[in-house]
């Protein structure tokens, strides 16, 4: 197991505390002997244990066991559309729920591998930047592990379910003036300059190594099969890579035989890698003032978008961005057709699909995984401007 800069491609140890590469400044990635995991896995396979982060223990980077940190993460639902699949087009349609981590969102994933991290390392506190629901899974496994936990939010611009849930697992919350890519900078510095402080965002690669777990997921519950598209919706732009490395690493040691095409949704008002993408460059251009009712992903300068430009291109997905209108429409649809209540970011999934199945880019016939990365309780305020205000007005019973 090694690191690797995704850009230079210099090795490093895997013990290293640094976030980036020392060398270049690319970003960095946990690399495994998936050789040796291969000739593991021929032996004994991943067993006839239900689906859940810890599964797949031999795809995580950690030493100790007796160190790990667990709220029971993932195992989510893997569920079939039928009655949304006939509205939008496509006849076989799921919906991967990460609401249903203990958190409310797929973050837990990736914290259960980073906290268990920080705690191998020796640290005492953990940090992050978030536009809510990483600081709500960080306070929650720093809480379980008994680390202190700073989390650094743009004020005024969280959803009040992930700003409670941050406060109420004890972590100390400062809210600066200005936008996530302010504050994630404002950690940056903080963890750089105090060695003590664990930073985990998703520029922390061992983070992202629980990530990979949707992939893992998604392919099992099919019954070792990978769908045509995974859709995935881009903030930070971590996941979608995290997901597509899921998918390679399970190919690469024969559990499944292909990579779905990632397909990556930003809205609108955030949408520096779908323009990238659709303009075929291999960087992109920061948005200043990102807008969109979907905070969490109200990020104008992905850290992690040299990666998600590399996931999508690598397995021949694609990119587009919705509008906020689109958005909150596919929030009701999935909620009303198939009872399945999700945040703004992850109904830009259902959003985008639809307007990629309208244009043919994703086919009737294709099999399609939408990941809906938080639960619908994260942003209640959002959720009632959309949903209720309008019946409360007609007179309608509440
Ligand atoms: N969906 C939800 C619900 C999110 O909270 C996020 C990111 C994303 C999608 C995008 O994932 O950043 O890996 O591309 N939320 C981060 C946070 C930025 O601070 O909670 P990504």
Request: include cysteine; charge should be positive.
């Amino acid at each position: 197991m090694w690191l690797e800069c995704i850009e230079c491609g210099r090795k490093f140890d895997v013990g290293s505390r640094f976030y980036t590469c020392p060398e270049c400044g690319g970003l960095l990635e946990v690399e495994l002997d998936l050789e040796a995991i291969k000739k593991k896995l021929g032996d004994r396979g991943l067993g006839p244990e239900p689906p859940r982060v810890w599964k797949y223990r031999d795809f995580l980077p950690i030493f100790d066991d007796s160190k790990i940190v667990s709220l029971g993460e993932g195992g989510t639902p893997l569920i079939r559309c039928d009655r949304l699949s006939k509205e939008i087009g496509i006849e076989e349609l799921y919906v991967k729920f990460e609401g249903s981590n203990p958190t409310g969102s797929f973050k837990d994933r990736g914290m259960t591998v980073g906290v268990t991290r920080a705690l191998e390392l020796g640290v005492r506190s953990v940090a992050c930047a978030s536009t809510g629901n990483t600081s709500a899974s960080l306070a929650a496994y720093a809480a379980r592990a008994g680390l202190r936990c700073v989390v650094v939010l743009p004020k005024g611009k969280v959803a009040l379910g992930k700003l409670v849930q941050a406060l109420i697992y004890g972590a100390k919350v400062l809210a600066i003036e200005g936008n996530f890519d302010e504050a994630l900078a404002a950690v940056r510095q903080l963890c750089e300059k105090r060695g003590d402080i664990y930073l985990l965002n998703s520029l922390n690669p061992f983070r992202l190594q629980g990530q990979k777990s949707i992939g893992f997921e998604i392919a099992e519950q099919l019954g070792w099969r990978v769908p045509d598209k995974v859709v995935v919706p881009m903030g930070n732009c971590a996941n979608i890579w995290a997901i597509y490395k899921g998918f390679f690493e399970f190919k690469a040691v024969g559990v499944t035989k292909e990579v779905p095409e990632m397909v990556g949704i930003q809205a609108k008002g955030a949408s520096p890698i779908v323009k990238a993408i659709k303009r075929g460059l291999d960087t992109f251009e920061p948005v200043e003032k990102p807008e969109t009712i979907a905070t969490a992903i109200r990020i104008g300068n992905p850290v992690n978008g040299p990666k998600a430009i590399r996931a999508i291109r690598s397995s021949g997905g694609t990119a587009e961005s919705v509008s906020d209108a689109e958005i909150i429409k596919a929030q009701k649809l999935l909620a009303r057709l198939e009872g399945i209540g999700v945040e703004p970011a992850s109904a830009a999934t259902v959003a985008g699909l639809k307007k990629l199945a309208r244009r043919g880019e994703i086919a009737r016939d294709d099999c399609v995984v939408c990941v809906a990365t938080g639960h619908l309780l994260k942003d209640p305020e959002e959720a009632i401007k959309v949903a209720a205000a309008s019946r409360l007005m007609d007179g309608e019973v509440f």
